[in-house]
Structures are given as structure tokens and as C-alpha cells.
């Protein structure tokens, strides 16, 4: 990489990579396949993804360090860069993997401001609803949908407690979601 690709790279690029990692490793926690019945196929990973990586873009772009919707941003991008690559590497062509990604970029969108004003409004049971609707879509989730709600909820908190220097050196924390899950 020349002086000049350094230079022009956005300051919290590898910030949001890590961040969003972290995102996508809480994702990928057996709990939410063995135990909550979320489809264990690309499109149950991904809107797992897509909720932890809303709460965490979500508790981003609230701090008070005016570097939160930078890094937020950051964020959002390393996991649309992913996906983009992830498409590439799963065969789409070159002509359609735009579209493909303006489609999932619609569909976190939605997915987002869904469980974003769940939080605001203290809502369990929207949240409940959101994710019934977008995790488990035409299959009844039964307390499974209450259960990541609770998940949800405790990460937001969790999130927001974590210190934003650590944030921003690409630290995050997410919670184990069986000892939240499962609590009463």
C-alpha cells in the first residue's frame, strides 16, 4: 500500500473491521441455533449479524465523543465490504453483487430502526415482534423470540457501558447470550 492509499483510508477503518468482527463472533454463539432455533443457513446468520452489529453501530453513533458516528460508520462499512466479498466468494456475478448488497443494505436498514425503537421505547415486546418477524419470519418462534429480546436488551446495556477508548482501539464485549437467555 502506497503513502498515498494509507493516507486516503478513512482513521477508523480498522477500528470498525475488529468491531464488527466482534459482532459477528457474538453471532455465531451456538446458543442461538441449539437452544433458540434460529436456522443454522446463511440467512439465520446473517440477521443474527445484523442485530448485533445494529446494537453496536446503534450504541456508536450515541456517544457523546463526536468519533462515535465515524466509528459507527466504520462499522457499517467493514460489514458491507464483508458481504460484498462473501457474495463474490459464494459465485455471484460481478453484474448482480451490487444489487445483492443494496438489497441487504435495505434489509439491515429496516431491521435496525425496527429494534432501535424497541430500545428507545423500553419495548420488549416490539422487540419480541421485530425479531419473530425478521429471525424466524413464517416459522412460529415461540419463547425463543422473547428470549433473544431479553438477549438483545442485555447487550444494548452491556454496549453502553463499555468504555468508548476501548470502542475505539476495536475492543467490544458482547455478552454470553445463554446466561442471559435462559435467566428467568
Known sequence: ???LSALRRPPHERAGFTLYGAAVAAARAPY???DLGVRDSVEGRLDLIHLHAALLVRRLR??????????????????FSDMDVNLREMGVSDLVVGKRVRGLWEAFHGRATAYEAALDGADPAAMAAALARNVWRTEEPGPAAERLARIAFAQAEALQAQDFARLLAGKAQFLAP?????AA
Open 1 to 3: 500500500m502506497g503513502l
Open 178 to 182: 445463554e446466561a442471559i437467555g435462559d
Open 62 to 79: 450515541r456517544d457523546a465523543d463526536t468519533r462515535g458516528p465515524a466509528l459507527a460508520q466504520a462499522v457499517f462499512d467493514a460489514m
Open 32 to 34: 442461538f441455533y441449539a
